[in-house]
């Protein structure tokens, strides 16, 4: 008598893990739409009368503070069998600190300095917290999700949430455009996608995950010391370089809201169809990309990507220079909006496709912690912008986007 071989999912039909990944995108996609660093935060920042360095800032903490810390939470999570837990602990500070950023906004903006510094601790604290949930969720989803899956799992995961961001964009537009007080109005933007992300990290906590074959938990001294052994990997080795060069040309995003507030005087209500902008453009691009993905790979994807990232900052230069108008410069988001689905989708296949099984933890935690620092460039975005102004970021950005588009030259085809 033969053993009975369970049944396997077809390719159009989800198992129940794989739903909840996707709800749980869609909620954190929703979430993101009113709470985007770069529109949404940067602007209420730069209400407060924040510096530009200090703008740059914040995607700095929300990027980098999210990897630095994941080679130590990658020798913490090594040794367990279940990944989850971890995961569901991090969730809770995410969102109670959610909740302070909420409480910050509302109560404390009268006094300006008072508010931006608690406001950035907040994220700063969040930003940690979320990067020790990261490598459990990378985890999780490759233990339950199969490779050939993931382009497709990725792309539903980004393509409705992306609809839904873009619902989350005409509220930003219109409580921003309502007569809600300053900073009301921010505090209510800030409140809707605290709910958003608190239901996505509920969701996902409860995935039913398979555990993990023992291993021994080596410590944060040893996954320091096996850092060489990894970057002998030259693909790990040329995927890092490409990262690290991404991560330099992000000096440029915390600025295009606020150059279209202070030096091309739109009004804050434009936020809102920025937002709407980098959002809309993301169901359209995510369908291009799973194309890509399915049939190139993720190589493809990040070498195209990496394209239209570095027009983006080209194209806010040429409306600045030229005069043409709040419509034009739409086309900086929307071409940011649809790098930064390629990067979602390439950069997270291209890495669980390049690491083995046995140093899954080891290469995500080694990968995102290196490029972690490598996102604090804005912060010298900001003292560049301070002292020539925004063009000069602008047109740095597209140099190392360039770089990073030879690069990908290098990178494994198959991954």
């Not at 398979?210 to 790990?236: K, S």
């Not at 925004?390 to 085809?413: D, E, H, I, N």
Request: proline share 6%; charged share 10%; aromatic share 12%.
């Amino acid at each position: 008598m033969t053993a009975e071989v369970p049944p396997t999912p077809s390719d159009r039909t989800w198992t129940a893990n794989e739903r909840l990944g996707i709800l749980n995108g869609w909620a954190v996609f929703l979430g993101d739409g009113f709470l985007n660093v770069t529109v949404v935060v940067a602007g209420f920042a730069a209400r407060l009368g924040a510096p530009n360095w200090v703008i740059g800032l914040l995607p700095g903490i929300a990027g980098g503070g999210w990897m630095l810390p994941q080679l130590l939470v990658a020798a913490r999570v090594r040794g367990l069998p279940y990944k989850l837990p971890v995961y569901r602990s991090a969730a809770f500070v995410r969102a109670a600190t959610y909740v302070a950023m909420v409480l910050i906004a509302a109560f404390l903006s009268h006094s300006p300095g008072l508010c931006l510094t608690l406001f950035v601790l907040a994220m700063l604290l969040n930003a940690l917290a979320s990067g020790v949930s990261g490598l459990p969720f990378l985890e999780v989803v490759s233990k339950t999700v199969p490779a050939q899956r993931r382009p497709r799992f990725f792309a539903t995961r980004n393509l409705y949430g992306g609809l839904l961001a873009f619902g989350a964009g005409l509220l930003v537009r219109w409580i921003l455009a309502s007569g809600l007080a300053f900073p009301l109005n921010y505090a209510l933007i800030f409140a809707l996608g605290t709910v958003a992300y608190t239901f996505g990290y509920w969701v996902f906590g409860r995935v039913q995950e398979p555990p993990d074959p023992p291993l021994e938990a080596q410590g944060f001294r040893a996954e320091l010391r096996a850092i060489p052994e990894t970057l002998r990997d030259p693909h790990f080795r040329a995927f890092l370089i490409v990262r690290l060069l991404l991560a330099g040309a992000s000096m440029s995003e915390p600025f295009y809201a606020a150059n279209a507030l202070r030096e091309l005087h739109y009004p804050a209500a434009t936020l809102g169809v920025f937002v709407m902008a980098l959002t809309g453009a993301a169901p359209l691009s995510n369908l291009l990309w799973q194309r890509v993905a399915e049939r190139n790979g993720s190589r493809r994807i990040i070498r195209y990507a990496s394209v239209f990232y570095g027009l983006a900052p080209l194209w806010a230069v040429a409306v600045g220079r030229f005069g043409l108008g709040t419509w034009a410069y739409l086309g900086v988001f929307i071409l940011s909006s649809v790098a930064a689905q390629g990067f979602n989708l390439g950069h997270t296949n291209h890495l669980l496709n390049i690491a083995p099984e046995h140093a899954r933890s080891r290469y995500i935690g080694t990968l995102n912690t290196l490029v972690g620092a490598a996102l604090f460039t804005p912060v010298a975005g900001g003292l560049l912008a301070d002292a020539a102004g925004y063009t000069p970021v602008f047109l740095l950005s597209f140099a190392l986007s360039a770089a990073a588009w030879w690069q990908c030259g290098k990178l494994r085809r198959d991954a």
